[in-house]
């Protein structure tokens, strides 16, 4: 289990990392920060709450077996 949740925590430095790069990088058009792929590594950062209470919750259940 503690691969697991570290793995997590990694996958989850990572999406981190890749929203700092688009935030400041440019391209011709702009800002990488109005592309569709920022919003959906954000949406999944930022907004699934509840989903990341229960996963923890789950994880949590599951080590104290």
Sequence with gaps: ????IK???KQHDALVQVIH????HSDKEGRHS????R???????????????DSNMELTKISLV
Excluded: C, F, G, Y
């Design 21 to 24: 790069w688009l935030d400041s």
């Design 39 to 53: 919003e959906v590594v954000d949406h999944i950062l930022n907004h699934e709450r509840d989903l990341e209470k």
């Design 7 to 9: 793995l997590l925590e």
């Design 34 to 37: 109005d592309k569709p792929i």
């Design 1 to 4: 289990m503690k691969a697991t």
